[in-house]
């Protein structure tokens, strides 16, 4: 059974900067590919970052330029920071990791329950 739990999220003003955490846990064997989605008030959940195993990187073009994905994989973890932060960046952020297990080697598609960022005033 794994587990990934989001952490760093909270409130910051127009123009700041947040570091979104995400730490995976459990019976892991390996994981491929992780990445970052998110969900505003409205809106439907959109893909905002991916990194590979071997760090090749994707990103959304409305963060492009502004967010940095990044993993630290002795640690089963994956990092968002998020620069120059809009209202528009105002959202559920979650987690997500296709990570391989004993019982299902094959992998499967993880998902963290989120964390809330809000940029406002």
């Known amino acids: 059974q794994v587990q990934l739990v989001e952490s760093g999220g909270g409130l910051v003003q127009p123009g700041g900067s947040l570091r979104l955490s995400c730490a995976a846990s459990?019976?892991?064997?390996?994981?491929?590919?992780m990445g970052w989605y998110r969900q505003g008030p409205g809106k439907q959940r959109e893909l905002v970052a991916t990194?590979?195993?071997?760090?090749?990187?994707k990103y959304a073009d409305s963060v492009n330029g502004r967010f940095t994905i990044s993993r630290d994989n002795s640690k089963n973890t994956v990092y968002l920071q998020m620069n120059s932060l809009e209202p528009e960046d105002t959202a559920v952020y979650y987690c997500?990791?296709?990570?391989?297990?004993?019982?299902?080697?094959?992998?499967?598609?993880?998902w963290g329950k989120g964390t809330l960022v809000t940029v406002s005033l």
């Open positions: 997500n990791a296709r990570i391989a297990t004993p019982t299902y080697a094959r992998g499967m598609d993880y």
């Open positions: 459990g019976s892991i064997l390996y994981i491929n590919d």
């Open positions: 990194i590979s195993s071997g760090g090749r990187t």
